[in-house]
């Protein structure tokens, strides 16, 4: 079983930043997969950035070049460096892990960007 905890969210002004954090309760390193999603009001949940084994690191269009995601694995947490950000960034973030072919969920946490 992986927790997941995130923290960091807030509320923030256009064009400012923010730095989600997850802590894992397992080893990342073993990890298939870890990342970040984000899901709005009435949207779907989407991709914002994740790493995998298979992969690397992948980015979705939408954050390309303002979002960073980095992984600390003496510290088992992933880490999402919000840059520029737009008020269509508001949602609320997940952190995801992928385990054994299992999918493992953090509770989320909000992002607001007014205008």
């Known amino acids: 079983q992986v927790q997941l905890v995130e923290s960091g969210g807030g509320s923030v002004q256009a064009g400012g930043s923010l730095r989600l954090s997850c802590a894992a309760s397992g080893s990342i390193f073993s990890f298939d997969a870890v990342g970040w999603y984000r899901q709005a009001p009435g949207m779907p949940r989407e991709i914002v950035a994740t790493v995998t084994k298979t992969t690397g690191t992948n980015v979705g269009d939408s954050v390309k070049g303002r979002f960073t995601i980095s992984v600390d694995n003496a510290k088992n947490s992933v880490y999402l460096q919000m840059n520029s950000l737009k008020p269509e960034d508001s949602a609320v973030y997940y952190c995801?892990?992928?385990?054994?072919?299992?999918?493992?969920w953090g509770q989320g946490t909000h992002v607001t960007v007014s205008s």
């Open positions: 995801n892990a992928v385990w054994l072919g299992n999918d493992y």
